[in-house]
């Protein structure tokens, strides 16, 4: 089935600890992002790409690292956990900034 | 600070009636979108319209947009209970290809 695929689908974890959230997607779209979730909010950019090789950081980067080595995978890894991270992570992908994007199913991470 | 604002945060509506919710943004865009999020999903990408472009249909969907008063809306037709969720606008901000920022959202409730 065609689209974005992330793992896992639900994490707890220390502080202090590290993880990668992973994300791919086989529709061979050149853009992909990654955005949490708070309750009550909207969604907040933290890394993008536009291809292999590229990325940047979006509104709330601090604590998160991304790269892009191929254009199918989008990890994002956390550094050392904290509880402000305790959201819901969604990664999406786009063919190029005429389409719109999809979405993965999000993964629900719980820092305690 | 997030891109878009949604207007109103909440809308609630019966079966039939139709509804509206307006998207304020602060920036130049290359294009705007909207996505429908149901409860503790993924989004789901409804429409996307271009900066040169005022209006545009898919459906029961209406999207409109004003560069001039950086303002869009959405108009959904005829509602139905399979309606109900949150809608996002979304820009993708002139200039930075792929950065795609979202707003806080409008939750719509439609009764039957």
């Known amino acids: 089935n065609a689209g974005v695929t992330q793992t896992p689908k639900f994490q707890v974890l220390k502080t202090g600890q590290s993880m990668t959230l992973q994300c791919a997607q086989d529709?061979?779209?050149?853009?992909m992002s990654w955005y949490r979730q708070d309750p009550g909010m909207g969604l907040r950019l933290i890394h993008y790409?536009?291809?292999?090789?590229?990325?940047d950081q979006g509104e709330v980067p601090n604590g998160y690292n991304v790269s892009r080595s191929t254009t199918e995978d989008f990890p994002l890894r956390l550094l050392s956990a904290a509880p402000s991270q305790t959201s819901v992570y969604f990664c999406?992908?786009?063919?190029?900034?005429?389409?719109?994007?999809?979405f993965g199913s999000g993964t629900r991470l719980t820092v305690v | 600070s997030q891109q878009g604002e949604e207007d109103p945060q909440a809308l609630s509506i019966q079966e039939g009636e139709n509804a509206t919710m307006n998207c304020s943004y602060k920036?130049?865009?290359?294009?705007l979108q909207w996505y429908r999020q149901n409860s503790g999903r993924g989004l789901v990408h409804l429409i996307l319209?271009?900066?040169?472009?005022r209006e545009k249909h898919s459906g029961r969907l209406r999207v409109t947009l004003d560069t001039s008063k950086k303002s869009s809306s959405l108009l959904i037709t005829a509602s139905r209970a399979a309606d109900t969720a949150s809608y996002f606008c979304?820009?993708?901000?002139?200039?930075?290809?792929?950065?795609?920022?979202f707003g806080a959202g409008t939750q719509v409730v439609v009764t039957p």
């Open positions: 529709m061979n779209h050149e853009y």
């Open positions: 319209i271009r900066s040169n472009e």
């Open positions: 920036t130049s865009i290359n294009n």
């Open positions: 999406a992908s786009s063919q190029d900034a005429s389409y719109g994007y999809t």
């Open positions: 790409s536009v291809g292999a090789g590229i990325t």
């Open positions: 979304a820009t993708d901000e002139g200039g930075s290809w792929g950065k795609l920022q």
